[in-house]
């Protein structure tokens, strides 16, 4: 072989190894942090740190109320962006010609898409807590959070629907059904998965987020599980931030700590997981 | 009823279906008016006090101070700093995972490779920010012996792991779109594989790779709780990627619990979400237009 050729296939290997390198120090990253985070955190999970109250000003038992929060918090929102995202989505996707105002409805959702969190914490103290007058609240938390996660909802529902054959459709409306029938027992049934794919991704988005609950729902101190939608509520990912850098005992809050970063990204990973898993499982199994 | 009003009827059933429907479409986009709405209601007061470039170019940022200072311009360079050193980090790897994953990764190993990366998209934020509060600054603080492990090098590491994913994503993406028979002319005369990725491949994609680097931008210019727990939150001009800085958004999250509602410093942390805002609008336009080019070549 002549030298040419061999500093080619040379310099073919070290960059091939360098993209190598690049993606195993993403997997090594995301496995030291893992890695941290549950070796440090497990000690401190039992059954009592899931279901006992909080006490001593955020120093000893438990993370119930914030658990219970976050899950409060994410009823809610896919109460607000579920259907707006499937009736959103169904209308791009079945109804919609191309249009200039079809154009400017895509063209917002991208950029809702692209709003920081912490500008929706502030749409929702603006309109929520004030003009609305719900206070800081569960309501006004969920509204936000719903918003917030509707593009990813629109998004994978859309995905889903264009994954339902045209033939589909055209049997129905061949049967004489029309269009909204068609949709509503053969496109949403037949787009199912892909629509709890989408709907589960926001959940995982959605139990995650701190900044847009911040100045609308979020309380750090509370006597208890919340009693109505106008209450605060505790929140995982605030209760993290809460921990770090409120109180005054960081001896005490910062194991605490570690034990609800690591329920939260047990959480949030078992939901991501679980949506991976059915998109595969949706896709392997679609045989028309 | 007699068939002709039969057909009527769900003429009429169907045209109330679809209004419906585009009713609630019509709410993105109502949404997204009420953020800029909002915004700008809150915000624009502000002006009143203090002149734009006065905001926009003032040194100093005391904002409870008497009379208060609000200049901006530290928080501005404090996201630019800490995005630009996150970008340092994200660009090169996530480019180079996203070649190996269009280009060269087995199959079987992609299926495994796609869901660690969309694990590490799935992480939120205040965990990533945990993470560097408790282990990663004080593992810099000793290592190049700094006062403080909370800085802009530090907010720039976690923030670059932040925006991996979706440059991985995006660029991944751009790449796998590039046509077959464009590698294949290139592997035909004699061209290496490498060759064809850096003069065919890479080329071909340039405007989905763009995509992809605005794309982590934006996301890591509008990261909030990450930024507001490590990166040490002073409000000066950065002189040092080892100093602490402040962020725009870590400014917002901080100080609005404080900012008694209405007072000019309530108002001023809405004029900075405005410019975070418009920042962030021009970036997704700019990723929008660019993704459009490279689907539109494809077909």
């Known amino acids: ?288 | 009823m007699n068939s002709v009003q039969e057909v009527f009827r769900i003429k009429a059933h169907r045209e109330s279906a679809e209004i419906i429907l585009f009713l609630v479409a019509l709410s993105s986009l109502l949404f997204l008016i009420g953020i800029i709405v909002v915004l700008f209601v809150e915000g624009l007061p502000t002006f009143r006090e203090v002149s734009l470039s006065q905001f926009l170019f003032g040194r100093r940022w005391y904002p409870t101070s008497e009379p208060p200072r609000l200049g901006i311009l530290p928080l501005i360079l404090g996201s630019l700093w800490v995005t630009i050193g996150a970008l340092i980090f994200a660009i090169p790897l996530g480019l180079f995972s996203a070649i190996f994953l269009a280009e060269l990764c087995p199959k079987k190993l992609r299926e495994i490779l796609k869901p660690v990366i969309e694990m590490l998209a799935g992480i939120p934020s205040v965990v990533y920010g945990f993470f560097g509060m408790v282990i990663l600054s004080p593992l810099l603080k000793d290592l190049f012996s700094l006062p403080t492990g909370l800085t802009a090098f530090t907010a720039s590491i976690i923030l670059g792991i932040m925006a991996i994913p979706s440059i991985v994503s995006t660029a991944e993406d751009a790449i796998s779109s590039v046509p077959k028979s464009y590698r294949e002319a290139s592997f035909s005369i004699g061209a290496t594989h490498w060759e064809t990725i850096r003069k065919v491949v890479i080329p071909a994609s340039y405007s989905g790779l763009g995509a992809a680097v605005i794309l982590g931008a934006g996301r890591i210019i509008g990261e909030t709780m990450t930024v507001l727990m490590i990166a040490g939150g002073a409000a000066i001009i950065p002189t040092s990627f080892f100093q602490p800085v402040r962020t725009m958004t870590a400014t917002i999250a901080a100080e609005m619990g404080e900012a008694p509602v209405g007072s000019l410093h309530y108002h001023s942390l809405f004029a900075i979400a405005i410019v975070l805002f418009l920042i962030t609008f021009l970036l997704n336009i700019l990723v929008d237009r660019l993704a459009q080019k490279y689907h539109t070549r494809v077909r």
Not at chain 1, 89 to 117: D, N
Not at chain 1, 180 to 197: C, D, E, H, Q, Y
Not at chain 1, 217 to 226: D, E, I, K, N, S
């Open chain 1, 1 to 288: 072989m002549d030298i040419r050729l061999k500093t080619k296939y040379l310099s073919q290997k070290i960059w091939f190894f360098i993209f190598f390198l690049s993606i195993a120090t993403i997997c090594f990253a995301l496995g030291f942090i893992i890695y941290f985070l549950v070796v440090r955190g497990y000690k401190v999970i039992n059954w009592e740190f899931l279901t006992a109250l909080p006490s001593r000003g955020m120093t000893e038992g438990g993370i119930l109320p914030a658990i219970v929060g976050t899950l409060y918090l994410i009823i809610g929102s896919i109460v607000v962006s579920l259907p707006l995202g499937v009736f959103s989505a169904v209308y791009l996707e079945e109804y919609a010609k191309p249009s200039p105002t079809v154009t400017l409805l895509r063209l917002a959702i991208h950029c809702l898409a692209g709003v920081p969190s912490v500008v929706f914490g502030l749409f929702g103290l603006g309109i929520f807590v004030k003009l609305f007058g719900f206070g800081v609240s569960l309501l006004s938390g969920s509204l936000t959070l719903g918003i917030m996660a509707l593009p990813i909802v629109i998004t994978s529902v859309e995905e889903a629907l264009k994954t339902v054959p045209l033939s589909f459709r055209e049997a129905s409306l061949a049967l004489g059904a029309t269009k909204w029938v068609t949709i509503r027992r053969v496109v949403l049934p037949a787009a199912l998965p892909g629509i709890l794919t989408g709907l589960i991704l926001s959940v995982g988005r959605v139990a995650g987020e701190t900044a847009p609950i911040l100045f609308t729902a979020a309380a750090f101190y509370a006597r208890g599980l919340p009693r109505s939608i106008f209450d605060r509520v505790l929140a995982l990912p605030y209760h993290i931030y809460g921990l770090m850098t409120e109180g005054t005992r960081p001896e005490k809050q910062v194991p605490i700590a570690y034990g609800t970063a690591l329920v939260l990204l047990i959480m949030v990973l078992l939901v991501n997981f679980l949506a991976i898993y059915l998109r595969r499982r949706s896709r392997s199994a679609r045989k028309w």
